[in-house]
């Protein structure tokens, strides 16, 4: 008899002595086996969750470089509220997601729908449109700021062969926002338009062959067929853009520093200036908390939303 | 390296289900045991609590008189073959056989000879370099098997192994299965929900349902002599016939029957043991036949006609209303809307009373 | 397929001439601006002080290139960021596939509470950590240093849940089987499981390692040294204001070369960038 049948009974017997055995329960739950999460769980209490419990904690206190001081209540949070310039920044991140959010949607869905083909011209053009997604905001800023820079911009020189003046997407207090959006489209167009082409991947082909056989034309096919299977993902595209877009900094901070005059300021650089220009970290913080809450708002519509219809 | 396997009083429940309910069966050494039931019914959980895959709630199991419901099953000395085959898909064949043995330090130069020869065995050999996905279904099922029998354990376990087969490859793997146990000297448990299969590979069966086990016993048992009318129903194909009838009692010898159509039937059951009254009457097909003659005890009108080839059933309705599968010869005459005279075997039929006991025919009685 | 084309609005008909028409021009809209830099990299400085059009006649030139080769930090900025990222990427790798291990597969004391918490954890923005990390890294003295910059993205829960998610959709059969071979909780992890992750782990590794090369709020208020910059952060220094820069050809060429490699690794790894980006989205 070979030896591993050998010591595999001498384990057996063994544990027949009387030894308590551990319960053979191969699902039981047992402490060792969290061994394989503590990893992670270290990380993810020490940078995720203490830090953000010592930011609400923050936010009710005055705090600066040399220390936390003394415990303040709501006055940080009053303080903010009395700041024109957060109010202002609040005011155009909504702003922002205005622009940016229909457009991102819209356009996303008109070229998945166009690009939904399986030739080589639209895998040509796919992947083309989602390159822009790769790049860093610093590549993605440095463009568009050489595109929309007065003089030699390459808006600029276009608009010069007709003899006009380019718009002063940068310095015009009523353009810098939308020059921030238009670059921040051209950046993160291809998600949504992947998302929306994986969702139409996922129609299944017997649908519109019925649909053919019913006789519906393609306008018909397309309202009474094609909107209908995609509406989770326009609810999940939506909701996710506008996560991502109210959390505008970098594009903000490199084309127009927030300005002039603090008109394309968002929330995020309002904190950035406020917690690592002026080292109020306890007015940053209450900043901090109420992005939070308006970030924690999306998701949870999200969630909801996005529930509810798969009930049904 | 055979196991006598000893489960006593075995409970398992899943939250506030229990799946098995008091359950005590004993598996002789080489013995092959098929547990047969509808789907549901617990089998694989019991099987996989011999395993060790799951735990055992009351109740214990013991292999050669050691309990090993404490002990995580690579220490069980048992193997198993799971119904979606469970291969390790990145990992040749021959690495798939060998990675129980490489777990517990075998020798490399046992563990290639023992691979070679399950190789040879199972007619696989040239497969050894092979990854699964390269495999056809029978191909992956042989791997399956194996990786069970490199690992020369007291007990071989199968969670229905046939049933992802296509119907030919089942029948041929089933006769090799029936060969392979006597070339491996080992106790067999089969799980499945085919009664051809229980019938055709088991030394006995056990038949479950709702829990618990209805009957254990060889397969003519199990057929002949169905314990309840769950198993008389399960077992056997076409579905035993049940009709009801009264028994008038006061006789000597074979109780008479009486049909709802005022037939009367002699039967081989001992009358002494039958209390007067209301009972279910069991034939199987083979027992209730076509009287060419005319001469048989009942008539019935037919309503459907199934053509097997050797022989024919027909689905008939009797005078009554109820309805009696009989057989007949594969050229039968007999057409749909007939009236066709039926004889029935009076040795070969079941009583079973509302508390779903059953009575069966004795030798020695006439029918 | 079928499909695809009845789902498509640019089939036949004139209808679609319009559609394609509009799918050129907006990628013509996409295109041109890269281009733009392209062409004022490969001009001398001093012509395009003069007339930026002459970026539409030659003589072109790759001094501009040249010039990064021997000046720029650009070289000492693409160390770091592979270090960070490179490192992140591979942490990350570990920490999510032992836990995602841990959490579809073991059961532990309040396993499921915990993972629905590490979800919570997925709604949580940067920013609303971002001044307490910055405190609790000045007071271990993380800043300006390889670690500080990697261990923050460490706690992402995203990699957990993707990896969790892929565990469990591994038949549980295998396990099992591994079980009945002796094998023990982590051989079966290590040898069994693992193996079967490679796309999941190619899908989570190109997530993180791109948005780890290209995240710029973290490293900007952590890394503030200049030779302790990330591509991104050091790229964001050199342009604060150019438009009286005498450098514009060579910026350009910086950018174009700092935007090359990423663009050159999202061609060769096209589909599963694709995949790693939308399936984070979708979560
Ligand atoms: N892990 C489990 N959790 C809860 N219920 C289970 C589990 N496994 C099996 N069951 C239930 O136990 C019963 C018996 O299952 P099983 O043993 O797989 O039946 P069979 O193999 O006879 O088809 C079924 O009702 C099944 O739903
Ligand atoms: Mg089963």
Known sequence: MVEAVVSSREEFSSSLAGHKAPPANVNAAQWRNALFVAPYLFFFVTMLVFPLVWGIWLSFHKADTFGVGKFVGLANYARLFGDRIFLLSVGNTFYFVLLTVPALALLGLFLALALNRQTRTAAFFRAAYFSSSVLSVTIVTLIWRIVFVPDFGFLATVYGWFDTKAPAFLSDPNLAMIGIAIATIWWCLGLPMMLFLSALQQVPAEIYEAAALDNANRWQTFRSITLPSIKRTFILVVLIQVVLQFQLFGQARLMTQGGPNNASKPIVLYIYDVAFKRWDLGLGAAASEILFILILIAAMAQYFLTRNRGEN | ?367 | MSNARSTSIMGRESGDRVVLLLVIALALVMVAPVLWVIGLSLKHNAELMANTNSVFYPPYTITNYINILGTSSVFRWILNSLIVSGGLTIFTLVLASLAGYGFARLNFPGRDILFIIVLLGLAVPEQAVLIARHQIFGMLKLHNSYQGLILPGLSAPFGVFLMTQYFRAIPKELDEAALLDNASRFTIFWKVLLPLTVPAQATLGIFTFLWSWNDYLWPLISGTKKEMFTLTVGMASTQTNFAQSEGLGFLMAQAVFAGAPILILYLFFQKYIVTAVSGAAVR
């Open chain 2, 1 to 367: 390296m055979t196991a006598h396997i000893e489960i006593k009083d075995v409970v398992k429940r899943f939250g506030a289900a229990t799946v098995i309910d008091h359950l005590s069966l004993s598996i002789d050494p080489n013995e092959f045991m098929v547990f047969l039931g509808p789907s549901g019914c617990g089998k694989s959980t019991l099987l996989r609590m011999i395993a060790g895959l799951e735990s055992v709630d009351e109740g214990t199991i013991s292999i050669n008189g050691a309990r090993i419901d404490n002990l995580p099953p690579g220490k069980r000395d048992i193997a198993m073959v799971f119904q979606s085959y469970a291969l390790y898909p990145h990992m040749t064949v021959a690495d798939n056989m060998a990675f129980g043995l490489r777990n517990i330090g075998v020798a490399a130069d046992i563990i290639s000879a023992r691979v070679a020869e399950a190789g040879r065995m199972l007619e696989i050999g040239h497969l050894l370099e092979r990854k699964p996905g390269q495999l056809s279904g029978g191909q992956r099922q042989r791997v399956a098997i194996g990786r069970a029998i490199v690992k020369e354990p007291k007990a071989f376990l199968f969670d229905e192994p046939l049933s992802n087969l296509d119907a030919a490859l089942r029948v041929r793997t089933r006769v090799e299965l029936a060969q392979l146990r006597h070339r491996v000297k080992s106790t067999m448990i089969f799980v499945t929900h085919d009664q051809i299969e229980a019938m055709t590979l088991a030394d006995r069966i056990v038949v479950m349902n709702n829990r618990k086990i209805e009957q254990i016993g060889t397969p003519m048992e199990i057929y002949s002599r169905p314990a309840t009318r769950f198993v008389a129903t399960f077992v056997g194909s076409p579905t035993m016939n049940f009709v009801p009838v009264r028994v008038a009692g006061g006789e000597t010898g074979g109780a008479t029957v009486i049909l709802g159509d005022g037939t009367h039937v002699k039967t081989a059951i001992p009358t002494m043991k039958l209390k007067a009254g209301n009972f279910t009457l069991g034939i199987r097909a083979e027992a209730v036949r076509v009287a060419i003659d005319g001469q048989g005890v009942t008539s019935g009108t037919v309503d459907v006609l199934e053509r097997l080839g050797d022989r024919t059933l027909i689905y008939t309705k009797l005078k009554d209303g109820s309805v009696v599968v009989a057989e007949d010869i594969g050229y039968s005459r007999v057409a749909v809307n007939d009236t066709v005279s039926l004889s029935i075997d009076g040795s070969r039929v079941h009583l079973f009373d509302a508390s779903d006991r059953a009575w069966h025919c004795e030798e020695g009685l006439d029918g």
